[in-house]
């Protein structure tokens, strides 16, 4: 089932184009790498589907409803949740509370609200809390929970942000460079969740990832763009062979 349809998008700021004509299609359940050349468009497209920019022309519909002009938290109710390329925590708030606050639109009280229905609020937190825990566990840093952020090693705040997307409960998770500044092991680490968070809750993942060994490796769909037009889409051997990629990309890396 396609879940995210990206029609002929178009992005400019000023005369920089961005993107061009940018058609593509995701289905459930797929882990979709978006790749290409610094400068590529990779970044616009995650923030257009995010509702951070909004297309210049075209059209993207998530599950069947139009999201072009949605914005982001009206996306993120809507089960689309993001990560950010340079980490977005509460440095000083520990792990636990950065994963609430990554929960806090799912909360029908508000903390006005909360004052007046003191008891409702407190059962939904208990839920919530339930919710985070368990996150939590299968990000396994139980051990690092009441931790403040600031103090944790730049892997381990790269895995609470992963955790506090997933406190959103989403169908549709963005990463943008989930990897980007990771030793290898931190990297097989994230590459692992990745897939567990695909295989085990079945949300669909978007990515946009430089190492092109790890896309090869996990990605169903790729998407390439260069100069903000898409010269290739498809399974990660077919990229590989298309022969517009190699010369613009691939080939640079001798893949
Ligand atoms: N907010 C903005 N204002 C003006 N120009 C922008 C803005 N965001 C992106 N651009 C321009 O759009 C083009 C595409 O940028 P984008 O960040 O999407 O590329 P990218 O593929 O993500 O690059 P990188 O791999 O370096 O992160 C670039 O020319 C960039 O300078």
């Known amino acids: ?13 000023g005369g920089v184009s961005a993107l061009t004509n940018v ?18 468009g990779k970044t616009s497209l995650l923030n257009c589907i995010s509702g951070l920019y909004r297309p210049t022309t075209g059209k993207i519909s998530f599950e069947g409803t139009e999201v072009t002009h949605m914005a982001t938290h009206q996306r993120a109710n809507l089960g689309i949740a993001r990560s950010f390329q340079n980490i977005e925590l509460f ?19 508000g903390i006005i609200a909360g004052g007046l229905y003191w008891g409702k609020t407190q059962r939904e937190e208990v839920v919530h809390r339930r919710v985070v825990e368990e996150i939590i566990d299968f990000l396994e840093i139980e051990n690092i929970r009441r931790k403040k952020v600031g103090m944790l090693a730049y892997g381990l705040q790269k895995r609470v942000e992963l955790g506090r997307a997933l406190a959103l409960e989403p169908s549709l998770l963005l990463l943008d460079e989930p990897m980007a500044g990771m030793n290898s092991e931190e990297k097989e680490d994230m590459a692992r969740f990745i897939l567990d968070i695909s295989e085990e809750k079945g949300t669909t993942i978007i990515l946009i990832e430089h190492d092109m060994g790890v896309v090869m490796d996990i990605s169903d769909r790729v998407v390439v763009l260069d100069f903000g037009q898409k010269i290739g889409d498809g399974a990660p051997d077919e990229v590989q062979r298309n022969p517009k990629v190699i010369e613009a990309y691939l080939g640079q890396e001798a893949v």
């Open 23 to 40: 058609s593509t299609q995701v289905r459930k359940g797929d882990i979709f790498a978006i790749i290409g050349p610094n400068g590529a």
């Open 1 to 13: 089932m396609i879940q995210l349809e990206i029609d002929r998008v178009s992005l400019h700021f």
């Open 91 to 109: 440095s000083h708030m520990t792990v636990l509370d950065n994963l609430m606050l990554g929960r806090h639109i799912k909360m029908k009280s």
